[in-house]
């Protein structure tokens, strides 16, 4: 992702890098064909290593990324973890998945189904067999499919050899033996050995796809240079699996994807949780900031929370809270004090958290609030995806209480995205809350690294003057009342959540002034809309077919849409960023179309939005299952769609 | 470090200066009267300027109180003013945070947050107003209602068993605890005075009269006829004695427990405990003690705040990163360049 297409561009997100097309050149080098072999040209390839949660696929997974990224392919990926931390060896529950699309196109989403499962063991096979594509390859761990581990998995027979696959090619390799072999020498114990079997089936698809390994023998030596027999044995197993499938007669060919054509620029692979982090540390640098993190861990969030941690020479504080409420609380109260306060959390967070969020909302101070959606209601599926808290987040709180909400599409999109709320809670005194969801969170693609000193200006003003000083007279502009930061003397003022005269700040409950301090609130948001830049269509401007989507299923929207349109379709796709207000244009744009489509992984959230808002009558595709759309259902429902 | 420390040469400052514009709106007779006014007169004294202080509370009627004062203020939501405080006082260690609480705000839907801030020693200065009821929801029982409490809520008497401010307190190792008495001008300037001086968080308890629901449920504690016998006053390196001849004192008695005693027929003043404020388990024992109620400082001890510690870690941070590099930040890890 974030190929040929820039995606800012295609998002109509403000640009934050100059983007110059041009023919890409990776500094890195071909490897040479195999003798004796052939070479095939692949397009795209989608590849699942596939272990249980020891088996280190999460690193295979990471390394085999690395190396594709380098060989200058555009990639997406998506780990899957299981629910378990800890689930018995071998087992269903404690299969680990990490899905990998590299591509000499331009990449959208880590693919639907892959062309290549790797299965260390009889659960991994049984758990993602399924989803290999027909004719696909199979490599397979001889040495685990055991009595035991077969026993464990459900299976009767070991489908290795009695032939229940159907129609797959199956390669059987006898990893863990292999592995042990070169490490003899080593005096490392069984169980240490063969856990560098992982390695081996590393070496074997570098091999199989040309991917030079000088990168993963680099990290080796990193990773492990405390302990040096690790670097030897890992390094070791690495180049055995690679030369085993250079010289055995199972594979007649291997394959080469060829580089993709990539914006010029300097790269780097980040998990949407990762940018989504640096994209709030930016803005608060931007703003001069110190940034406050109150937070409670909570799956899909808490890495951001151990990412902003490791900032502290940035005057980044992160504050491990008691409990959400207090982690919402003790950002607000920073930002009382004049820092940025951010409070990160997950569906059943934010809920503890929407009280005093309102409190945001009456105080009008900065403050952003991250929702990593996860599969719900109550605890749902903790380590699946959905985006399912958009009324949360837009109609979630007691009484009218307006707030801007935005929702990051891509992975490199949470860095935009988080800037972009601290900067509209900065320049509107607001809270603000972010979108994204567990897909992005650990989701990753290439991020083309922009430079700060590019980056878009967040102007900060902190009121000195006490001649003239109300705590709610606003600006005319942007409705947004002083900061003012405790110890600046001759302002002292007191806030709260009682509602205040209009003003001066003063509590008051008289009936006229509340009604005008909602209205005030409510302009106030509609304010930010002046913020939103003219919504990007990608394709045409009019047509048979609008799809509308937001958060993490631009992927799978942009790829389906461009299939159809490849075949002739009059489909456009828009793809929006700001909830809450709605981009201005958003009216005009729907009624150009006969028919809208609104995918969501929730039960038509953003539809029922869009119905009472511009009395369109759009149709959704809904889809509940902690998994992201593949592209095929939606460009399915696209063309049943036009079909009439 | 101690807020004291932080006090620059500020100006010569009056109890006016803390007082704000806004009408006072607490029940007349309200005890809460008597802790604004003890507040406002020792404020000035501190040697801080003004712009400093902020008073951060809940809700309850005891919440309204920083509205009252002409400082820096925020009147957060139910129970949580000590988590927006921390906040606070966690980004902004030049500031004095004072927290001002109830017994339901701090011990009930606050519960949570109060034993946190105690435990990881925020600087914050917390005066929690007992007056054992839910003033401003008009008179359900609290937290702190005794046992059999007859109220709205519980017209058959409550039966759930009331926490000890000060025994929770000291469970989570708060640095300084203490208990005034709104009426007791005396003493709780006295006891304001500690809390803005110690070196890191600060819990008092303070007895609270609401005339409206709960009149009077402090009145042997102020009683003048009464108060003699039935307070104990806890003063560092003096002994326990109380009582209108002073004839009465604690004892550790040989099973280990605390025992009242009258001084005389055998027991001398030299049998009597002396207090010492550092004496952790002492203060739990006293914590408990019923009759005579102690009052004054439990327990003052010093430990590291938890912003000190923060700020001290980014400092490090700092010494041995450098001040942070966004563009470098960017580029960690693997990265390739595309022309
Ligand atoms: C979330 C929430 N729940 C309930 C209330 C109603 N409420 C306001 S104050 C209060 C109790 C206050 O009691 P206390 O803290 O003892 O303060 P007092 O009025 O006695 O000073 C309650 C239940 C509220 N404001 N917010
Ligand atoms: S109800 Fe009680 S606590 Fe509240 S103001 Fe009146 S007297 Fe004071
Ligand atoms: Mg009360």
Same mark, same amino acid.
């Given at each position: 992702?974030?190929?040929?297409?820039?995606?800012?561009?295609?998002?109509?997100?403000?640009?934050?890098?100059?983007?110059?097309?041009?023919?890409?050149?990776?500094?890195?080098?071909?490897?040479?064909?195999?003798?004796? &072999?052939?070479?095939?040209?692949?397009?795209?390839?989608?590849?699942?290593?596939?272990?249980?949660?020891?088996?280190?696929?999460?690193?295979?997974?990471?390394?085999?990324?690395?190396?594709?990224?380098?060989?200058?392919?555009?990639?997406? #990926?998506?780990?899957?973890?299981?629910?378990?931390?800890?689930?018995?060896?071998?087992?269903?529950?404690?299969?680990?998945?990490?899905?990998?699309? $590299?591509?000499?196109?331009?990449?959208?989403?880590?693919?639907?189904?892959?062309?290549?499962?790797?299965?260390?063991?009889?659960?991994?096979?049984?758990?993602?067999?399924?989803?290999?594509?027909?004719?696909?390859?199979?490599?397979?761990?001889?040495?685990?499919?055991?009595?035991?581990?077969?026993?464990?998995?459900?299976?009767?027979?070991?489908?290795?050899?009695?032939?229940?696959?159907?129609?797959?090619?199956?390669?059987?390799?006898?990893? #863990?033996?292999?592995?042990?072999?070169?490490?003899?020498?080593?005096?490392?114990?069984?169980?240490?050995?063969?856990?560098?079997?992982?390695?081996?089936?590393?070496?074997?698809?570098?091999?199989?796809?040309?991917?030079?390994?000088?990168?993963?023998?680099?990290?080796?030596?990193?990773?492990?240079?405390?302990?040096?027999?690790?670097?030897?044995?890992?390094?070791?197993?690495?180049?055995?699996?690679?030369?085993?499938?250079?010289?055995?007669?199972?594979?007649?060919?291997?394959?080469?994807?060829?580089?993709?054509?990539?914006?010029?620029?300097?790269?780097?692979?980040?998990?949407?949780?990762?940018?989504?982090?640096?994209?709030?540390?930016?803005?608060?640098?931007?703003?001069?900031?110190?940034?406050?993190?109150?937070?409670?861990?909570?799956?899909?969030?808490?890495?951001?929370?151990?990412?902003?941690?490791?900032?502290?020479?940035?005057?980044?504080?992160?504050?491990?809270?008691?409990?959400?409420?207090?982690?919402?609380?003790?950002?607000?109260?920073?930002?009382?004090?004049?820092?940025?306060?951010?409070?990160?959390?997950?569906?059943?967070?934010?809920?503890?958290?929407?009280?005093?969020?309102?409190?945001?909302?009456?105080?009008?101070?900065?403050?952003?609030?991250?929702?990593?959606?996860?599969?719900?209601?109550?605890?749902?599926?903790?380590?699946?995806?959905?985006?399912?808290?958009?009324?949360?987040?837009?109609?979630?709180?007691?009484?009218?209480?307006?707030?801007?909400?935005?929702?990051?599409?891509?992975?490199?999109?949470?860095?935009?995205?988080?800037?972009?709320?601290?900067?509209?809670?900065?320049?509107?005194?607001?809270?603000?809350?972010?979108?994204?969801?567990?897909?992005?969170?650990?989701?990753?693609?290439?991020?083309?690294?922009?430079?700060?000193?590019?980056?878009?200006?967040?102007?900060?003003?902190?009121?000195?003057?006490?001649?003239?000083?109300?705590?709610?007279?606003?600006?005319?502009?942007?409705?947004?009342? =002083?900061?003012?930061? =405790?110890?600046?003397?001759?302002?002292?003022?007191?806030?709260?959540?009682?509602?205040?005269?209009?003003?001066?700040?003063?509590?008051?409950?008289?009936?006229?002034?509340?009604?005008?301090?909602?209205?005030?609130?409510?302009?106030?948001?509609?304010?930010?809309?002046?913020?939103?830049?003219?919504?990007?269509?990608?394709?045409?401007?009019?047509?048979?077919?609008?799809?509308?989507?937001?958060?993490?299923?631009?992927?799978?929207?942009?790829?389906?849409?461009?299939?159809?349109?490849?075949?002739?379709?009059?489909?456009?796709?828009?793809?929006?960023?700001?909830?809450?207000?709605?981009?201005?244009?958003?009216?005009?744009?729907?009624?150009?179309?006969?028919?809208?489509?609104?995918?969501?992984?929730?039960?038509?959230?953003?539809?029922?939005?869009?119905?009472?808002?511009?009395?369109?009558?759009?149709?959704?595709?809904?889809?509940?299952?902690?998994?992201?759309?593949?592209?095929?259902?939606?460009?399915?429902?696209?063309?049943?769609?036009?079909?009439? | 470090?101690?807020?004291?420390?932080?006090?620059?040469?500020?100006? &010569?400052?009056?109890?006016?200066?803390?007082?704000?514009?806004?009408?006072?709106?607490?029940?007349?007779?309200?005890?809460?009267?008597?802790?604004?006014?003890?507040?406002?007169?020792?404020?000035?004294?501190?040697?801080?300027?003004?712009? &400093?202080?902020?008073?951060?509370?809940?809700?309850?009627?005891?919440?309204?109180?920083?509205?009252?004062?002409?400082?820096?203020? $925020?009147?957060?939501?139910?129970?949580?003013?000590?988590?927006?405080?921390?906040?606070?006082?966690?980004?902004?260690?030049?500031?004095?945070?004072?927290?001002?609480?109830?017994?339901?705000?701090?011990?009930?839907?606050?519960?949570?947050?109060?034993?946190?801030?105690?435990?990881?020693?925020?600087?914050?200065?917390?005066?929690?107003?007992?007056?054992?009821?839910?003033?401003?929801?008009?008179?359900?029982?609290?937290?702190?209602?005794?046992?059999?409490?007859?109220?709205?809520?519980? =017209?058959?008497?409550?039966?759930?068993?009331?926490?000890?401010?000060?025994?929770?307190?000291?469970?989570?190792?708060?640095? $300084?605890?203490?208990?005034?008495?709104?009426?007791?001008?005396?003493?709780?300037?006295?006891?304001?005075?500690?809390?803005?001086?110690?070196?890191?968080?600060?819990?008092?308890?303070?007895?609270?009269?609401?005339?409206?629901?709960?009149?009077?449920?402090?009145?042997?504690?102020?009683?003048?006829?009464?108060?003699?016998? #039935?307070?104990?006053?806890?003063?560092?390196?003096?002994?326990?004695?109380?009582?209108?001849?002073?004839?009465?004192?604690?004892?550790?008695?040989?099973?280990?427990?605390?025992?009242?005693?009258?001084?005389?027929?055998?027991?001398?003043?030299?049998?009597?405990?002396?207090?010492?404020?550092?004496?952790?388990?002492?203060?739990?024992?006293?914590?408990?003690?019923?009759?005579?109620?102690?009052?004054?400082?439990?327990?003052?001890?010093?430990?590291?705040?938890?912003?000190?510690?923060?700020?001290?870690?980014?400092?490090?941070?700092?010494?041995?990163?450098?001040?942070?590099?966004?563009?470098?930040? $960017?580029?960690?890890?693997?990265?390739?360049?595309?022309?």
């Amino acid at each position: 992702m974030g190929g040929g297409v820039p995606r800012e561009k295609s998002l109509g997100q403000p640009r934050m890098e100059e983007e110059r097309k041009g023919a890409m050149r990776v500094e890195t080098q071909a490897v040479a064909a195999a003798p004796g &072999k052939r070479r095939e040209q692949r397009d795209s390839v989608v590849i699942r290593f596939a272990g249980d949660s020891g088996d280190g696929m999460q690193l295979t997974g990471m390394q085999f990324t690395t190396e594709s990224a380098l060989a200058g392919n555009d990639i997406g #990926t998506l780990p899957d973890f299981p629910a378990e931390i800890r689930a018995p060896a071998g087992t269903l529950a404690g299969v680990s998945g990490f899905q990998l699309n $590299f591509s000499s196109l331009e990449v959208y989403t880590p693919g639907d189904s892959p062309d290549v499962l790797v299965a260390m063991n009889p659960a991994a096979l049984k758990v993602n067999i399924g989803d290999l594509k027909p004719g696909g390859i199979l490599l397979a761990d001889r040495d685990g499919f055991d009595a035991g581990n077969l026993k464990k998995a459900g299976y009767a027979g070991n489908p290795l050899e009695d032939g229940s696959l159907g129609q797959v090619q199956v390669f059987v390799v006898d990893m #863990t033996g292999m592995t042990l072999k070169v490490l003899e020498d080593l005096k490392l114990s069984n169980k240490v050995a063969s856990r560098c079997k992982n390695f081996f089936a590393l070496g074997v698809c570098s091999w199989l796809y040309s991917r030079p390994i000088e990168t993963t023998l680099k990290w080796i030596q990193d990773k492990f240079k405390k302990t040096p027999e690790l670097v030897e044995a890992n390094a070791r197993v690495l180049k055995a699996g690679y030369h085993f499938g250079e010289t055995t007669e199972m594979f007649a060919v291997q394959y080469e994807v060829k580089p993709a054509r990539i914006s010029p620029g300097t790269y780097r692979n980040v998990t949407g949780n990762t940018a989504l982090s640096l994209g709030l540390l930016a803005a608060a640098n931007k703003a001069g900031l110190p940034l406050f993190l109150g937070s409670y861990p909570i799956t899909p969030a808490s890495d951001i929370l151990h990412e902003l941690a490791q900032y502290k020479n940035f005057g980044v504080y992160t504050f491990q809270a008691e409990d959400e409420i207090a982690g919402v609380c003790s950002a607000l109260g920073a930002s009382f004090g004049g820092v940025i306060g951010v409070t990160t959390s997950s569906g059943p967070g934010i809920a503890l958290k929407q009280e005093a969020i309102n409190l945001a909302v009456m105080v009008e101070l900065p403050l952003v609030i991250c929702n990593i959606q996860r599969g719900g209601p109550s605890t749902g599926l903790p380590t699946k995806t959905e985006q399912a808290d958009l009324y949360q987040a837009v109609f979630g709180r007691n009484s009218d209480s307006p707030l801007p909400v935005l929702a990051a599409a891509t992975p490199t999109d949470c860095f935009t995205t988080a800037y972009e709320a601290v900067r509209i809670a900065i320049k509107y005194m607001t809270p603000v809350i972010l979108l994204s969801d567990g897909y992005l969170a650990n989701g990753a693609e290439p991020w083309s690294i922009p430079r700060f000193e590019e980056l878009p200006a967040i102007p900060v003003h902190f009121r000195t003057e006490a001649e003239g000083f109300f705590p709610y007279l606003r600006d005319p502009e942007t409705l947004a009342r =002083p900061w003012v930061k =405790p110890g600046t003397p001759g302002l002292e003022h007191r806030i709260g959540g009682i509602e205040k005269e209009d003003v001066t700040g003063n509590i008051s409950y008289s009936p006229a002034n509340h009604e005008l301090m909602t209205h005030a609130r409510a302009q106030k948001l509609a304010a930010v809309a002046q913020d939103i830049p003219p919504t990007s269509i990608r394709g045409d401007h009019a047509g048979d077919l609008l799809v509308v989507g937001w958060g993490s299923t631009y992927g799978s929207i942009a790829a389906a849409v461009d299939e159809v349109r490849a075949r002739g379709k009059r489909v456009s796709q828009i793809h929006l960023r700001y909830l809450n207000p709605l981009p201005p244009d958003l009216g005009g744009i729907l009624r150009r179309f006969k028919t809208v489509l609104v995918p969501e992984m929730n039960m038509g959230q953003l539809l029922t939005i869009l119905r009472a808002m511009y009395l369109v009558d759009a149709v959704g595709l809904n889809k509940i299952q902690g998994q992201p759309f593949k592209i095929s259902e939606i460009a399915g429902r696209i063309l049943r769609l036009l079909e009439g | 470090m101690s807020d004291a420390a932080v006090a620059t040469a500020a100006p &010569k400052l009056t109890r006016k200066d803390f007082v704000s514009d806004q009408d006072v709106r607490w029940c007349p007779g309200c005890g809460d009267y008597s802790i604004l006014a003890q507040v406002q007169k020792v404020m000035p004294e501190l040697g801080l300027s003004r712009e &400093k202080f902020v008073f951060i509370s809940g809700i309850g009627c005891s919440s309204r109180f920083p509205y009252y004062m002409n400082t820096y203020g $925020f009147h957060s939501i139910h129970g949580r003013a000590a988590a927006v405080a921390s906040g606070l006082k966690i980004s902004r260690p030049d500031l004095s945070v004072w927290v001002v609480t109830g017994d339901g705000d701090g011990l009930s839907i606050g519960g949570n947050h109060l034993i946190h801030a105690l435990r990881r020693n925020v600087g914050l200065k917390i005066l929690l107003f007992n007056n054992r009821i839910y003033g401003l929801t008009k008179g359900q029982y609290s937290p702190t209602s005794e046992l059999g409490k007859v109220t709205k809520s519980t =017209p058959a008497g409550s039966v759930d068993y009331p926490f000890n401010p000060i025994a929770v307190a000291m469970g989570v190792d708060a640095t $300084f605890v203490a208990r005034g008495v709104d009426v007791e001008a005396k003493l709780l300037q006295d006891l304001l005075r500690r809390a803005y001086e110690h070196p890191g968080g600060t819990f008092i308890e303070i007895l609270q009269n609401c005339n409206i629901f709960n009149d009077g449920v402090w009145e042997t504690l102020t009683d003048k006829a009464t108060k003699a016998d #039935t307070v104990l006053l806890l003063e560092h390196g003096k002994p326990l004695i109380f009582g209108k001849n002073r004839d009465k004192g604690i004892k550790l008695g040989s099973d280990s427990r605390l025992q009242v005693v009258t001084l005389g027929n055998g027991t001398q003043e030299g049998d009597i405990l002396v207090h010492d404020e550092t004496n952790r388990p002492l203060a739990y024992m006293l914590a408990h003690l019923e009759t005579p109620t102690p009052i004054g400082v439990f327990h003052a001890t010093i430990r590291p705040t938890y912003e000190e510690a923060m700020s001290k870690q980014l400092e490090a941070a700092r010494q041995k990163l450098g001040p942070g590099d966004v563009n470098a930040l $960017f580029k960690r890890g693997e990265t390739w360049v595309v022309r």
